[in-house]
Nanobody
Framework: QVQLVESGGGLVQPGGSLRLSCAASGNIFKINIMNWHRQAPGKERELVATITRGGSTNYADSVKGRFTISRDNAKNTVYLQMNSLKPEDTAVYYC????????????WGQGTQVTVSS
């Protein structure tokens, strides 16, 4: 089992910044890929950013150039630095990890609310 706890959400004005954190515990040695997803009211959950254990990253087109995902393997933590925030970034943000196991297992955090509004 892997447990995930997100933090760092809140209310920010358009153009502002926030940094989300997701701390993993439990069978952390099994973690391969770490992701951030988000779900806005009335919309499906979408993948925002991905980072592999080796540090390779990928982003949704809607956040490229504004968001940066990073991970500290020593602290078992993944971060999402969000800059130039827009009202359409308002959503609940979820941390998600995928393990090395076959078949891979997926674990989710409880989510943290990000609201971008003036």
């Amino acid at each position: 089992q892997v447990q995930l706890v997100e933090s760092g959400g809140g209310l920010v004005q358009p153009g502002g910044s926030l940094r989300l954190s997701c701390a993993a515990s439990g069978n952390i040695f099994k973690i391969n890929i770490m992701n951030w997803h988000r779900q806005a009211p009335g919309k499906e959950r979408e993948l925002v950013a991905t980072i592999t254990r080796g540090g390779s990253t990928n982003y949704a087109d809607s956040v490229k150039g504004r968001f940066t995902i990073s991970r500290d393997n020593a602290k078992n933590t993944v971060y999402l630095q969000m800059n130039s925030l827009k009202p359409e970034d308002t959503a609940v943000y979820y941390c998600n990890v995928i393990t090395w196991e076959q078949p891979p297992r997926t674990y989710w955090g409880q989510g943290t609310q990000v609201t971008v509004s003036s």
